[in-house]
């Protein structure tokens, strides 16, 4: 099936971020275009999903371990952390939701993933400093050694 052209705009509405304008057009159209309705259902269950899970619980202790590791890793490692860590969140949502996706979609040629999917669970390891990964690839190799002790 051909892409439709107002699919760039459903992620907006399902945002609620559309424009009145583009927004009646889109309603106007969506009764007419199966595509979108289908496209739209999936970006509804994918939110429904998202909206579900729950976050993991911080283990004992971990926020001291955090205050102690800004004071010797330095602020600059702790931000990529924050950066990595947002990083593996949005990798886990967007293969979780891929998943999903993946699970919900027909078998058949339109089911091998998009441009965007695949984007979205590939690191973008070109904007990490390796002093950095290095320092945190250290100290979560040492926090995670305390859990499991
Ligand atoms: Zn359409």
């Known amino acids: 099936m051909r892409k439709c052209e107002y699919e760039n ?19 106007a159209h969506l009764p007419a275009c199966a595509r979108c309705r289908a496209q739209l259902e ?12 729950e976050a993991p619980a911080m283990p004992d202790g971990m926020m001291g371990r955090l205050h ?21 969140t949005a990798a886990l949502l967007a293969l979780t939701g891929g998943l999903w996706l993946y699970g919900r979609t ?22 990490l400093e390796t002093d950095d990964t290095e320092q945190i690839t250290v100290w979560m190799v ?6 499991t002790k």
Do not use: F, K
């Open 9 to 27: 705009w459903l992620m907006l509405y399902h945002d609620g971020e559309l424009d009145a304008e583009r927004r009646r057009r889109l309603e």
């Open 68 to 88: 102690e590791a800004v004071a010797t890793c330095g602020e600059r490692a702790i931000i990529t952390l924050c950066r990595n860590a947002l990083l593996a």
């Open 106 to 127: 027909p078998a058949g040629p339109s089911s091998a993933p998009q441009a965007w999917e695949v984007a979205a669970v590939t690191p973008d390891t070109g904007t």
């Open 42 to 53: 999936r970006l509804r269950g994918l939110s429904h999903l998202l909206a579900q899970a």
């Open 142 to 147: 040492r926090e995670l050694s305390r859990e």
